[in-house]
């Protein structure tokens, strides 16, 4: 393996959505959830209908999405009905 190719797989380990192109298609994981975090979940569950699978997968593409979003500069603002006032949302 030549040194270029050994240092982006390892910046690849260490940022796995950095290549679309090489990531896989599903994974198998067990996680370990707090009672806050099953609350969550069935709660989500409740409101969308999706099973456990798609609200733990969508909740994990939003986060992400999140979470790249809060690196840049801007901010978030959300309104409650079309009619009210705009308010900061902070990530922490």
């Given at each position: 393996?030549?040194?270029?190719?050994?240092?982006?797989?390892?910046?690849?380990?260490?940022?796995?959505?950095?290549?679309?192109d090489?990531?896989?298609?599903?994974?198998?994981?067990?996680?370990?959830?707090?009672?806050?975090?099953?609350q969550?979940?069935?709660?989500?569950?409740?409101?969308?209908?999706?099973?456990?699978?798609d609200?733990?997968?969508?909740?994990?593409?939003?986060?992400?999405?999140?979470?790249?979003?809060?690196?840049?500069?801007?901010?978030?603002?959300?309104?409650?009905?079309?009619?009210?006032?705009?308010?900061?949302?902070?990530?922490?």
């Open positions: 393996m030549t040194d270029s190719r050994a240092s982006s797989e390892a910046q690849d380990a260490k940022d796995p959505g950095r290549r679309a090489t990531a896989p298609t599903s994974d198998r994981v067990t996680v370990n959830l707090t009672g806050k975090a099953v969550a979940l069935q709660r989500l569950q409740y409101l969308t209908g999706y099973n456990k699978t609200c733990i997968n969508r909740a994990l593409i939003i986060a992400g999405e999140i979470e790249e979003m809060s690196r840049e500069p801007g901010a978030f603002y959300w309104r409650e009905t079309p009619d009210s006032d705009l308010m900061l949302v902070r990530f922490v």
